[in-house]
């Protein structure tokens, strides 16, 4: 890979830090794919607006690696150390590691989370021969993380919030988490250590037990903020030597788990779930794992357990147990071609209209939530503390985007909607536009279409009066009636 320092810093407008420019130069001989897929690249960011923010961060933010699809890996020098940051070809924005050291040696980990990483059993020789001259260049060199203060979260950054480090709470040398003497006793056979687990779910990640766990099992605490309101909502925690993978979310689609803001634009993300498979190897449940679970839980939890046959036959296994209903935590194993995997999760909705998108008329949000109600099929639950709005609404005494604004913050969700059947999987389809019908299409059928404010039409709706309710209600109930009949199994 070519590297020219003189050239790089015309570039960049500024050095190249020593060690940079030593791992480039030992680079250079190596070709494309022997360390991994990228490129060497500079690129000054200064004055752009590609990406959210970047007349901010890109005064501070100059790439050095482009990846294959268009994303580019880049140094911020903001916080001291500069941390090494991830700029993605679709918006994503994110800190990879808190130094150019600790970079590096993600890189001979195989844990950037980038193309850079290679699997181990589909090395090619070359590749092999190269993370071997690797390593023993990084222990020639001596190459170590120095100690980091905190997290700097890029993405918050990138959103508004000043550029700082978040340090995790300590909880030195703490042992396995508490639980409740007791927790998930009632379930048959389940290991202690999946009960331990269970118990960290619904967490924040600035919980002190929640820290010291992920420090233990991964070398490294959680995220303690997602800091971008479009992208970027989750942040995996995994390892090579794990036999679990944490998810980290910033919007956890259930309402006991509203976001704990931490800066002006950075939440405090919630462990969502935790995940595993065949690596994992202690009990589940029954006192048993993997492809043996399969037996037992047909015949002993059969209302829990459903299997079926995708278009070329190959079936696949499901079963969901709920363990924690104060939390909301439940059990979730599947299996395709023999294998086993699962999630200990927050139970959780699907995203049916956006929070930045709600509000507007035009998304059709409001419209349908007063066609369900008007229909019975409201969850007026997730509604509380709204009654009266729901009734005004319902008896079309008040508009559908009076009670979006008042009781949807968090965007509209399927469980907003009743638990009717075929209902949430129909509006899940018709909201993102699959199975050949979509909301969007059909509201500017109805009402006509403009170019809207990212080149994308849009319906020509500013308005939601009951007069239009009649005629577009009865498009919503075609359009559910036509799509039950076409679905008959996904009917509860």
Known sequence: MDFDVAAWEKEIGRPVPALMAKFFTWLAPYEYGDLGYFELAPENLAGGDAWEGMERWGASTWGFISLPDGSLI??????????????????????????FEAFLLAIDAGETETEIDLADDELEPEQVAARKAFTSWLNKSKISAAAVSGQFDFSAYAAGDPPQRRAPPTHAGGSAPSMPAGYLDHIDGMGERLKMLCSLVGRTADDPELCAFAERTFGKAPPQSIGNAKHDDTVWLSAKNADIDLLFSRNVVNQKYPPLLVGEKAICPVLEYVAFGSAYTEPVLFGLHG??????????????????????????????????????????LWSTHGATNGRLQIAR?????????????????????????????????????????????????????????????????????????????????????????????????????????HGHDEPVLDDDPAEICDALFAVFDKQFAAWKTAHPDELA
């Open 291 to 332: 492809e043996a679970l399969w037996a037992a839980i047909a015949a002993r939890l059969p209302e829990h357990y459903e299997e079926r046959a995708d278009s070329d036959g190959m079936v696949e296994k499901r079963f969901t147990l709920m363990l924690d209903a104060a939390r909301d935590v439940e059990l979730m």
């Open 74 to 99: 880049g140094l911020c020098e903001a916080v001291e150390p500069p941390a090494v940051v991830y700029i993605g070809s679709e918006g994503e924005l994110r800190t990879l590691a808190e130094s």
């Open 349 to 453: 909705g699907r995203v049916l209209c956006a929070v930045h998108s709600v509000n507007e008329i035009y998304s059709g949000a409001g419209l349908f939530v007063q066609w369900a109600l008007e229909r019975g099929w409201i969850e007026r639950g997730m509604f509380a503390g709204h009654d009266a709005l729901l009734d005004a609404v319902r008896d079309r005494q008040a508009r559908p985007a009076q009670l979006v604004q008042a009781a949807l913050p968090r965007g509209l969700w399927d469980t907003h909607l009743a638990d009717q059947s075929g209902l949430r999987q129909f509006a899940f389809a018709y909201f993102r536009h699959f199975d050949d019908i979509w909301l969007n299409a059909d509201l500017k059928t109805m009402f006509g279409k403009r170019q809207g404010p």
